[in-house]
Nanobody
Framework: QVQLVESGGGLVQAGGSLRLSCAAS????????MAWYRQDPGKQRELVAS???????NYADSVKGRFTISRDNAKNTVYLQMNSLKPEDTAVYYC????????????????WGQGTQVTVSS
């Protein structure tokens, strides 16, 4: 069994900062990509930022220069530092990880966290 547990969401004023964390636990051999997505009610889930195991990052245009994704491979944890937050950043943020569970198999599985609410007031 594998779990992704997120923390760090909350309410912040526009221009403020928040840091999200997501820790993976359970039967894990290795973690390939990790990412943060967000979803507003009635909208599709969108990619915010992703990071590979070696550390290559990718960002949505809307958050470039404001958000930073990072990971601690020893702790199986991914972070999202969000600065200069805007009301349009308000959403439920979901952690994602592509995980290889067993050393004897190259098969990878997709896992999602439960989501954490981020609300930015104007």
């Amino acid at each position: 069994q594998v779990q992704l547990v997120e923390s760090g969401g909350g309410l912040v004023q526009a221009g403020g900062s928040l840091r999200l964390s997501c820790a993976a636990s359970g039967s894990i051999a290795s973690i390939n990509a990790m990412a943060w997505y967000r979803q507003d009610p009635g909208k599709q889930r969108e990619l915010v930022a992703s990071i590979t195991s070696p550390g290559t990052t990718n960002y949505a245009d809307s958050v470039k220069g404001r958000f930073t994704i990072s990971r601690d491979n020893a702790k199986n944890t991914v972070y999202l530092q969000m600065n200069s937050l805007k009301p349009e950043d308000t959403a439920v943020y979901y952690c994602y990880a592509k995980i290889r569970r067993y050393f004897y198999s190259t098969r990878e599985y997709d896992y999602w966290g439960q989501g954490t609410q981020v609300t930015v007031s104007s």
